[in-house]
């Protein structure tokens, strides 16, 4: 079945660093959707991708749907306490009635004030 | 406009118990997805419900079940419930027609089986 992968796992940085995780899927993907989930909280929605190569941005956050549309990146520029949580990437596979969001494991994202 | 919301917050079972977890989605939204999400790790697709039907659903085994009403309310049964049932249960909730819509997830339930 289709498989999300994300790295790193964990990630630990002083505020006003940069930060990037990375998502790969063992199958292309129709779209990709990024969740952040604060700890204690639940996933919460940040941003979808459906083209190739599409890039977006929000402030200081930017996505990145490869070409392939098997792989997609986030990066975080000059990170505040604000970002602390886990960042989940989430893909659909592409073809046939596929309703299932898949999510990697996601990145934790920790920031040194 | 109230969100996602489920009920209830915390429950403690015990092993083969069984439970009932429910959910009602924001206002507008007709389809609901089940996931389940152990302690450090992403959440994993239960089963979605559409028209008061299964739509799609995960490697879950049949202990899993669920049901959606016609207000587009939902509930997600376990029977005869492991350890490793223990978890945060989310709710999610999107508009259909589907892959486009993101999910808006409730709070979870968390379950402890003991």
């Known amino acids: 079945g289709q498989q999300v992968m994300q790295i790193p796992q964990y990630q630990h940085v002083q505020e006003g660093e940069d930060f990037t995780t990375y998502c790969n899927s063992s199958?292309?993907?129709?779209?990709i959707q990024w969740y952040k989930q604060r700890p204690g909280g639940h996933p919460v929605f940040l941003i979808q991708l459906v083209k190739s190569g599409e890039v977006k941005k929000q402030k200081r956050l930017t996505f990145q749907f490869g070409e392939a549309k098997k792989n997609s990146s986030l990066h975080i520029t000059a990170t505040q306490t604000t970002d602390v949580g886990t960042y989940f990437c989430a893909g659909v596979g592409s073809g046939g009635s596929n309703y299932k969001l898949t999510f990697g494991k996601g990145t934790l994202l920790t920031v040194n004030p | 406009d109230a969100g996602v919301t489920q009920s209830p917050t915390h429950l403690i079972k015990t092993r083969g118990q069984q439970v009932t977890l429910r959910c009602s989605p924001k206002s507008g939204h007709d389809t609901v997805s089940w996931y389940q999400q152990a302690l450090g790790q992403g959440p994993q697709f239960i089963f979605q419900?559409?028209?008061?039907?299964?739509?799609q659903r995960g490697n879950f085994p049949d202990r899993f079940s669920g049901h959606q009403f016609p207000n587009y309310s939902s509930e997600l049964n376990v029977n005869a419930l492991l350890l490793g049932d223990s978890a945060l249960y989310l709710c999610a909730s999107s508009r259909d027609p589907g892959l486009d819509s993101p999910l808006h997830f409730g709070n979870g339930t968390r379950l402890t089986v003991t």
């Open positions: 419900y559409y028209e008061e039907e299964e739509r």
């Open positions: 199958t292309t993907l129709s779209n």
